[in-house]
C-alpha cells in the first residue's frame, strides 16, 4: 500500500491566520517531504525530514515552519501567509536510502490565502 | 544547480501509437531518475523509476537512461486517452547521505486524440 494521507483538502485562510497542515504515512519511510506547486508548475521542494529531523530546508521563509512528531507524521505550519503562498502543498514519503528511493506523494492540500 | 529540461508540448498522439517523452538533465551527479504522471487538479503519481543505464519496462511504459548523454526518456505504448496527462521528469542524487529532494522538469502535456 503506497499510501500518502493529507488533511485538510482545502484550505483558505487569511494572512493574519495560523493554520496547519498535517500530512500521514504507514509504510514506514523514515524521509518525508514538503513540496509547493503552483499552477501550470513543477512542484518545489521545501523541506526534508530523514529520520524525524530536519535534512534540508531551501531557504524557505520562517512563515512556513514544519514539524515530524514522529516516524508517520509530518506538519506544515502556517503564520502570516501572504497571497502568493496560494498554492498546492504536497507532502510525500520514501525510503531514506541515499540517492535511491521512490517518493510517494500524497493527494495535496489547496491553500488559498486572502 | 540541477536543471530538468522537457518539451512543455502539448504532445498530441492518435490512440494506439507510441508516445515519446523526453527529458534531460545538467548534474552529472545525478542517481536516480523518474517519471510522475500528473493529471489536472491531481497530485504527482509515480509511474517508472530507474537508475541504470539501459531500459526498464513495466507494462505499456519503457522508461530508458544514457547517463552519458544525460538522457532520459519515457515511452507509452499502446496510448489510450486516459494516458492524457502531464508527465514530470524528476531526478535525485545522492546528498549529503541521506534522503534528497527531487528535481522536477516543466513537465511534457501529453494528449492522445481517439
Known amino acids: 500500500d503506497t499510501e500518502v494521507t493529507q488533511t485538510p483538502k482545502h484550505l483558505v485562510m487569511g494572512m493574519t491566520n495560523k493554520k496547519s497542515l498535517k500530512c500521514e504515512q504507514h509504510?514506514?519511510?523514515?524521509?518525508m517531504y514538503w513540496y509547493k506547486q503552483k499552477a501550470k508548475k513543477p512542484p518545489e521542494l521545501m523541506f526534508v525530514y530523514s529520520y524525524e529531523k530536519l535534512s534540508i530546508n531551501e531557504s524557505v521563509p520562517s512563515r512556513f515552519s514544519p514539524e515530524c512528531p514522529n516516524s508517520s507524521l509530518l506538519n506544515l505550519h502556517l503564520h502570516a501567509l501572504q497571497p502568493e503562498d496560494s498554492a498546492l502543498y504536497l507532502c510525500?514519503?520514501?525510503?531514506?536510502?541515499?540517492?535511491?528511493?521512490?517518493?510517494?506523494f500524497g493527494p495535496g492540500t489547496r491553500l488559498t490565502v486572502t | 544547480q540541477k536543471e530538468v529540461e522537457q518539451n512543455s508540448g502539448p504532445l498530441s498522439v492518435p490512440e494506439g501509437a507510441i508516445a515519446s517523452l523526453n527529458c534531460t538533465y545538467s548534474d552529472r551527479v545525478s542517481q536516480s531518475f523518474f517519471w510522475y504522471r500528473q493529471y489536472s487538479g491531481k497530485s504527482p503519481e509515480l509511474i517508472m523509476s530507474?537508475?541504470?543505464?539501459g531500459d526498464k519496462e513495466d507494462g505499456r511504459f519503457t522508461a530508458q537512461l544514457n547517463k552519458a548523454s544525460q538522457y532520459v526518456s519515457l515511452l507509452i505504448r499502446d496510448s489510450q486517452p486516459s494516458d492524457s496527462a502531464t508527465y514530470l521528469c524528476a531526478v535525485n542524487e545522492y546528498r549529503r547521505g541521506g534522503a534528497d529532494g527531487l528535481t522536477f522538469g516543466k513537465g511534457t502535456h501529453l494528449i492522445i486524440q481517439p
Open positions: 510525500a514519503s520514501s525510503q531514506a536510502r541515499g540517492g535511491e528511493g521512490e517518493q510517494y
Open positions: 530507474i537508475y541504470s543505464n
Open positions: 509504510m514506514g519511510h523514515r524521509a
